[in-house]
């Protein structure tokens, strides 16, 4: 007698495919250690047929200078494991500030080393291309972060173009807790430190709930504010010429791919 698993044959079929769920785009993120924010705000912010993926890169829970600059040495293994046979259309270096203290040049050639089908960007690209895009010159910043960081943030923006009327900072080491500081304190912080003549508020560090609160910000001081979530994915997203207008996360996602320095002139189908 046959034994059945060895006689076993499926019929012939013909099988029907189609692009998938994520057949928008699908755009890699790569996330810190003890991150506990990004990944919640980009699946919030994924439109229809988009796909975020994420991969962890190594890193320590202290976010000090000295940190921050070992977050390079796992980078190109961490994005070379992120879809590597699908290939995301964007991978992104989820960190502002490890960003500044490296240098973005340097994250992205990380990240084309581990990745080199894919377009890399970091998420202080994508905060320097919204405030260019929203028409910001003069801006106030405000961080979770140390003094040490804060420091090297207002240079960076301010080689960038950007006249910094002020930065303030809530000096916390550890990422876990800036998970933990509440929206609602979020959005006092940033009123507090907002200035009539500023053009607008960047709250920075994609380790922080800003998008809970950004649309009440921006209701309450009558102009942009830039979150460093909000600001990556709009980047990513108009780099594919994905236009959709979120609502709900700001006056930025009204800015199509035209706006963009790298966005696609046509809306990806």
Same mark, same amino acid.
């Given at each position: 007698?046959?034994?059945?698993?060895?006689?076993?044959?499926?019929?012939?079929?013909?099988?029907?495919?189609?692009?998938?769920?994520?057949?928008?785009?699908?755009?890699?993120?790569?996330?810190?250690?003890?991150?506990?924010?990004?990944?919640?705000?980009?699946?919030?912010?994924?439109?229809?047929?988009?796909?975020?993926?994420?991969?962890?890169?190594?890193?320590?829970?202290?976010?000090?200078?000295?940190?921050?600059?070992?977050?390079?040495?796992?980078?190109?293994?961490?994005?070379?494991?992120?879809?590597?046979?699908?290939?995301?259309?964007?991978?992104?270096?989820?960190?502002?500030?490890?960003?500044?203290?490296?240098?973005?040049?340097?994250?992205?050639?990380?990240?084309?080393? $581990? +990745?080199?089908?894919?377009?890399?960007? #970091?998420?202080?690209?994508?905060? @320097? =291309? !919204? &405030?260019? *895009?929203? $028409? +910001?010159?003069?801006?106030?910043?405000? #961080?979770?972060?140390?003094?040490? @960081? =804060? !420091? &090297?943030? *207002?240079?960076?923006?301010?080689?960038?173009?950007?006249?910094?009327?002020?930065?303030?900072?809530? =000096?916390?080491?550890?990422?876990?807790?800036?998970?933990?500081?509440?929206?609602?304190?979020?959005?006092?912080?940033?009123?507090?430190?907002?200035?009539?003549?500023?053009?607008?508020?960047?709250?920075?560090?994609?380790?922080?709930?800003?998008?809970?609160?950004?649309?009440?910000?921006?209701?309450?001081?009558?102009?942009?504010?830039?979150?460093?979530?909000?600001?990556?994915?709009?980047?990513?997203?108009?780099?594919?010429?994905?236009?959709?207008?979120?609502?709900?996360?700001?006056?930025?996602?009204?800015?199509?791919?035209?706006?963009?320095?790298?966005?696609?002139?046509?809306?990806?189908?």
């Amino acid at each position: 007698m046959d034994d059945p698993i060895t006689a076993l044959r499926s019929e012939a079929r013909t099988v029907e495919f189609d692009r998938g769920t994520h057949w928008r785009a699908k755009l890699g993120f790569l996330i810190n250690t003890n991150e506990l924010v990004v990944e919640n705000n980009l699946f919030r912010m994924a439109p229809e047929g988009v796909g975020v993926y994420m991969t962890r890169n190594r890193t320590s829970k202290h976010i000090t200078v000295a940190e921050l600059a070992k977050h390079i040495e796992t980078m190109a293994d961490a994005a070379s494991v992120l879809l590597p046979e699908v290939v995301p259309d964007v991978i992104a270096y989820a960190c502002t500030s490890g960003t500044i203290v490296i240098g973005e040049e340097r994250v992205m050639a990380e990240i084309k080393r $581990g +990745a080199p089908g894919s377009q890399a960007t #970091t998420l202080v690209t994508g905060v @320097v =291309n !919204a &405030l260019r *895009a929203l $028409g +910001a010159s003069r801006i106030v910043v405000g #961080t979770p972060y140390l003094d040490e @960081v =804060n !420091a &090297l943030e *207002a240079r960076f923006l301010a080689e960038k173009g950007f006249d910094v009327l002020d930065i303030q900072g809530l =000096n916390v080491e550890h990422g876990d807790a800036m998970g933990r500081i509440t929206p609602a304190y979020i959005k006092e912080f940033a009123l507090s430190i907002d200035r009539p003549e500023a053009d607008a508020i960047f709250i920075s560090c994609g380790g922080i709930r800003t998008i809970d609160v950004l649309q009440e910000i921006e209701e309450a001081c009558g102009k942009p504010v830039v979150a460093s979530n909000q600001a990556m994915m709009w980047d990513c997203l108009r780099r594919v010429g994905i236009d959709d207008n979120l609502s709900g996360f700001g006056r930025l996602f009204e800015i199509p791919s035209a706006g963009h320095p790298d966005g696609r002139s046509a809306l990806a189908q």
